[in-house]
């Protein structure tokens, strides 16, 4: 009898009692490796992971690869503005030997912020003798453990959170918005695309812990002091993660002027800190280009002198002399997209209504000063989107999204409020209320589950094929530099310096035949960005119009240096092009194998599954007021 009678205690205790929520947390942990298995191994070969998908992810992970080599922060992609703004920087300067000081700095990294490549620096070096990219494989081993680590900070935020909303509203609530979290689709697309956000979702989860502390000690009529400079440190960290987190700062701050007393003292410890823990990297930048931000200051410039990929392909600095007055449109504009997208944005239906929840009474402190925090925050994050925003390339995943950070705080208030409305209504059924809950967080992982489920081609295709970038490895020496449409990924797979293809060749052949990069060329490699430009629009009266006879595979003799060339690629929409036949007849018959399986992929999409997508480039935004 005594034994039974323990074992009922035993279960009740897990069904009701204080294991309960330790069961459902280890259940929740369960349930987190096997979607990471899933999502990342493809035991049943569903392809939902299909290798990283940014290009401002791909180049900042080919960074962290750098510092894992004992480069330091050097990146093996070439802007043709950032040579001009080196260049310009030391004619100021009266440096001794120029060309050979632009050179040398043209290898670090001015772009952008340092703590998500030296983060996972770590990870690359213990894989060290995996950097080589395998032809045999789809995708690169590199792209998973990225996938990897950042599905890992996911993970670590959900259980930061989990605690947050715990001191917040209660457990049942905190472990509801922790589940919602794990199915929200955005994290999962980002937590792929190489991009920082799960750091800095982890880092911001982190400040609002802390600003949760601080409400309470002020409360208690303690020191919030402490906290505050916790906040300022967690934030230094979120700008040296993304310089545009610096705007969501902004509004935190003002936040703290009005709610806490001290407000001098506590403003001034709150900026001070994160100031001194920015500086030495802006420092860093304008001692290189003579500017804090580096060339990142030029992708502001996205929309207002064009688009940034040809902003950045000019030998032009120009564009660096924009008055304010040309940002006009794009704040405008920006602004209207911000706000007509930023449901879709914050992930769905439940983080919106945290701005129903705002008019709700909420009866703790904490509760009801914390959602005006948030807001403020958020508004200022939204004006910082609108101004930094810059040209993004792949499934409208945004380098500058901030919305992202405030989704698990806006579902918790959502998620309160929604739970108050039913307590509402009465209704004393617990399956009722179960299946409610269960509804709640189908729905919002509905998304994902449509995208877990639907089989897709094994590739982020178009426009990366890893495996034949990386024969360009082969096919080139460690000294020698690609032109190419996609510069990053050249860096990335093929480890390579990869100089952006300039706006004309002109511009090019000036490079070239001056050797202004003291350096060999080993081709071009041109891929569907441009060779399925828009013929009338992006060819023959667009950006592409210089490049047509390459993009035709037609190259001009006069003066072109790469008069060889070989397909590659699915479907053969890409190119290589050489100065002679860098590729032996046994590889071109394994690139032909290659495409061949390619093509027997597509033939093996699941009945109703969409086709191979055509290939579609960045639009280039119309100019609004240039000078």
């Given at each position: 009898?005594?034994?039974n ?69 050097s ?9 001009r ?51 045999k ?18 993970y670590?935020?959900v ?24 199915v ?5 697309q ?14 911001f989860?982190?400040?609002v ?14 020191s ?12 230094g960290?979120?700008?040296?993660t ?56 030029a ?9 940034e ?61 914390l ?5 403020l ?28 950070l ?7 208030y959502?998620t ?7 307590s ?25 589950i449509?995208?877990?489920l ?10 990366y ?20 449409d996609?510069?990053w ?49 992006e ?30 690629g ?10 002679y ?15 061949e ?31």
């Amino acid at each position: 009898m005594s034994s039974n009678s323990n074992l009922q205690q035993l279960i009740h205790k897990m069904e009701e009692g204080n294991l309960a929520n330790v069961v459902k947390l280890v259940a929740l942990a369960f349930l987190g490796l096997g979607v990471l298995i899933v999502v990342i191994f493809d035991p049943m070969y569903w392809s939902f992971f299909r290798g990283l998908s940014h290009d401002k992810g791909i180049e900042q992970v080919q960074i962290a690869r750098e510092i894992a080599a004992g480069n330091g922060y050097s990146t093996h992609m070439i802007r043709p503005l950032a040579m001009r703004q080196i260049e310009r920087h030391l004619e100021a300067t009266e440096a001794e030997n120029p060309q050979e000081e632009m050179r040398s700095r043209l290898k670090k990294d001015t772009y952008h912020a340092p703590l998500w490549s030296a983060t996972l620096a770590p990870v690359f070096k213990v894989m060290q003798g995996q950097w080589e990219m395998d032809p045999k494989r789809p995708i690169y081993i590199l792209d998973k453990a990225v996938a990897v680590f950042s599905i890992l900070l996911l993970y670590a935020a959900v259980v930061l959170n989990y605690f947050t909303f715990r001191r917040l509203f209660d457990t049942k609530l905190a472990l509801i918005a922790s589940g919602m979290q794990l199915v929200t689709y955005p994290f999962w697309q980002y937590a792929m695309s190489g991009l920082p956000h799960m750091l800095m979702l982890l880092i911001f989860s982190g400040i609002v812990w802390t600003v949760v502390r601080a409400i309470e000690a002020k409360e208690k009529h303690q020191s919030e002091l402490r906290w505050i400079l916790l906040a300022a440190v967690l934030g230094g960290l979120l700008v040296l993660t993304h310089y545009v987190t610096a705007w969501l700062l902004i509004g935190l701050l003002v936040f703290i002027l009005i709610y806490f007393p001290s407000r001098l003292r506590n403003g001034f410890i709150f900026a001070g800190v994160i100031l001194l823990m920015v500086s030495p990297w802006l420092v860093r930048n304008y001692s290189l280009t003579g500017n804090p931000l580096g060339i990142a200051w030029a992708s502001t410039l996205n929309g207002v002198a064009g688009s940034e990929d040809t902003i950045m392909r000019r030998f032009d600095a120009k564009a660096l002399d924009l008055p304010f007055r040309y940002f006009r449109h794009k704040i405008q504009h920006g602004l209207t997209a911000q706000f007509s997208s930023a449901a879709d944005q914050l992930g769905g239906w439940i983080a919106p209504l945290f701005f129903v929840a705002l008019l709700y009474p909420f009866r703790r402190t904490s509760v009801r000063v914390l959602r005006w925090g948030l807001l403020l925050g958020w508004l200022v994050a939204v004006l910082g989107m609108a101004v930094a925003s810059g040209q993004d390339t792949t499934g409208g995943i945004s380098a500058t999204n901030l919305h992202l950070l405030f989704i698990p705080a806006f579902a918790a208030y959502g998620t309160a409020f929604i739970l108050t409305l039913w307590s509402g209504l009465k209704i004393r059924v617990p399956l009722l209320y179960n299946g409610f809950i269960v509804l709640i967080l189908f729905l919002a992982g509905l998304p994902f589950i449509n995208a877990l489920l639907n089989k897709t081609y094994p590739l982020w295709w178009p426009p990366y094929a890893p495996p034949y970038m990386a024969f360009l490895e082969k096919w080139t020496k460690p000294e020698e530099i690609i032109v190419s449409d996609m510069p990053w990924a050249v860096a990335w797979y093929a480890r390579r310096d990869s100089l952006w293809l300039p706006v004309s060749p002109e511009e090019f052949l000036e490079l070239h035949d001056f050797d202004r990069l003291g350096r060999p060329y080993g081709g071009m490699f041109l891929t569907p960005i441009t060779e399925s430009a828009g013929f009338m629009n992006e060819i023959v009266r667009g950006k592409y119009k210089p490049w047509i006879a390459q993009i035709l595979r037609t190259p001009s003799k006069g003066g072109f240096p790469f008069p060889k060339g070989l397909p590659l690629g699915p479907q053969q929409m890409c190119i290589f092009y050489s100065d002679y036949e860098r590729w032996s007849t046994g590889e071109a018959d394994a690139i032909q194998k290659m495409q061949e399986k390619a093509e027997e992929e597509e033939a093996k999409l699941q009945p109703g599954a969409p086709p191979i997508p055509e290939p579609k480039t960045k639009e280039e935004k119309p100019k609004e007021e240039t000078p």
